[in-house]
């Protein structure tokens, strides 16, 4: 059985900051896996989808990384801003015969000024 | 629309009642999903359909609830005889394959007194 983990569970980091947020599952066989963040009170906006033949994906300030024999993914944030205060999930196909997401509980970050 | 809309974004109901939830996709997404949240814990897995059908259903708590999808577009999701454990923001996203990029709703939040 697929199991997310996402380490540290909060995160709190000056303004200006580079940092790392950090996921492991269990299950090295997963298909694509997907980072979110989720502001509150609100759904989940989609940041990054990396397919199982990469091992990495850029947007802007963020670079997630897909290392499958690890089982270990991770986002990193450059530059951080007020603005990037939510909490970040990820997420993991089990497999590419469904679109089943296992998330895992998230880190919540905090970008003080 | 530009997004995946859900509605309503609120509820209150008795325990005991029944209630719908309903779904509207991204336009020509084959790929809907239903997922809960529950107050401080992650996102489970409820349902996966492709098309009109649902290859699964895995998630689904109890014979309580059922859902279904209609045209390949919306989806309502039906909840019987609620519990106050049922009490969560329910959110539904669609992609347009079932191992591409997902995209949520803002959710129904709802609360069983």
């Known amino acids: 059985k697929q199991e997310v983990t996402q380490i540290p569970a909060a995160l709190s980091v000056p303004e200006g900051e580079n940092l790392v947020l950090n996921c492991s599952f269990t299950?090295?066989?997963?298909?694509?896996l997907q980072w979110f963040r989720q502001d509150p009170g609100k759904g989940l906006t989609s940041l990054l989808l990396i397919q199982s033949s990469q091992r990495e994906q850029t947007s802007g300030r963020l670079n997630a990384s897909l290392d499958k024999s690890s089982g270990r993914s991770t986002l990193y944030i450059a530059a951080s801003q007020p603005g990037d205060s939510a909490t970040y999930l990820c997420?993991?196909?089990?497999?590419?015969?469904?679109?089943?997401?296992?998330f895992g509980q998230g880190t919540t970050l905090q970008v003080k000024p | 629309g530009a997004g995946v809309s859900q509605s309503p974004s609120n509820k209150v109901t008795e325990k005991g009642k029944d209630v719908e939830l309903r779904c509207d996709p991204i336009s020509g997404h084959t790929a809907l999903y239903w997922y809960r949240q529950r107050l401080g814990q992650g996102l489970e897995f409820l349902i996966y359909f492709q098309g009109n059908s649902a290859p699964d259903k895995s998630g689904l708590p109890s014979d309580r609830f059922s859902a279904e999808r209609t045209g390949e577009s919306v989806s309502t999701l039906t909840i019987q005889r609620t519990q106050q454990e049922d009490s969560a923001v329910y959110l539904c996203?669609?992609?347009?394959?079932?191992?591409?990029?997902?995209?949520f709703g803002p959710g129904t939040r709802l609360l069983v007194l």
């Open positions: 997420a993991a196909y089990g497999s590419s015969n469904t679109g089943k997401l296992i």
């Open positions: 996203a669609s992609s347009s394959e079932r191992v591409e990029t997902q995209y």
């Open positions: 299950d090295s066989a997963i298909y694509n």
